[in-house]
């Protein structure tokens, strides 16, 4: 019993130690999903064998478990191989650069867009500001010749009455030396 107890003393002093050593809690947890697939990798295993032993009553030899190669690289429960393990990471990776890429494309596209888009814009504000200023020219030009026309139509008829007046004064003048001259 004692024996028993140190054990289990032993066994968990090695997972807090362990646990210590491991920096973080990603660290901590890919741990536990690593041993909980050993674990599950093995009950496969034994209900495998047992399957096997009941069916065949013939075990595996055991010359040919020891014959297997250090190159091997599937694990003895049956489960996935870090081959396999690295192949869907690579393949993820893969898919997440092309992903990025053609997000990358697309958000180009669409600056370029904006770009081409900002530049018409631009463009159509000046071209109509250029518009109303020559619209706003012509009717600053329109009205000072028609204040100058005005002016020379007043200055005209200035001149105009001015001599009406002179005429008028004229005959004014002569009708008294008529009357003078008939008195």
């Known amino acids: ?3 028993l107890q140190d054990e289990k003393d032993e066994k968990k002093k090695a997972v807090q130690d362990k646990s210590d050593r491991l920096e973080s809690a990603g660290e901590r947890l890919r741990h536990q999903a ?3 697939r050993c674990q599950r990798a093995q009950t496969m295993q034994d209900e495998r064998s047992d399957c096997e032993e009941s069916a065949d ?3 595996l030899d055991e010359e040919e478990s020891v014959n297997r190669s250090s190159t091997d690289s599937t694990k003895s429960g049956g489960g996935v191989t870090t081959a ?3 192949a869907a990471t690579v393949n993820f990776i893969e898919r997440q650069r092309k992903r990025h890429k053609d997000e990358h494309e697309l958000l180009q596209q669409e600056l370029a867009f904006k770009r081409v888009k900002a530049e018409n814009e631009e463009q159509r504000w000046k071209k109509e500001f250029d ?7 012509r009717s600053d030009k329109k009205w000072s010749e028609e204040v100058a026309l005005r002016r020379a139509d007043m200055e005209l008829r200035k001149e105009e009455l001015a001599l009406l007046k002179l005429q008028l004064d004229a005959q004014k003048t002569s009708g008294d030396i008529i009357t003078q001259t008939l008195v």
Do not use: G, H, L, P
């Open 1 to 3: 019993m004692r024996d």
């Open 34 to 36: 690593i041993n909980r």
């Open 131 to 137: 518009f109303r200023k020559a619209e706003a020219d």
């Open 84 to 86: 396999q393990v690295n």
């Open 57 to 59: 009553e013939s075990s």
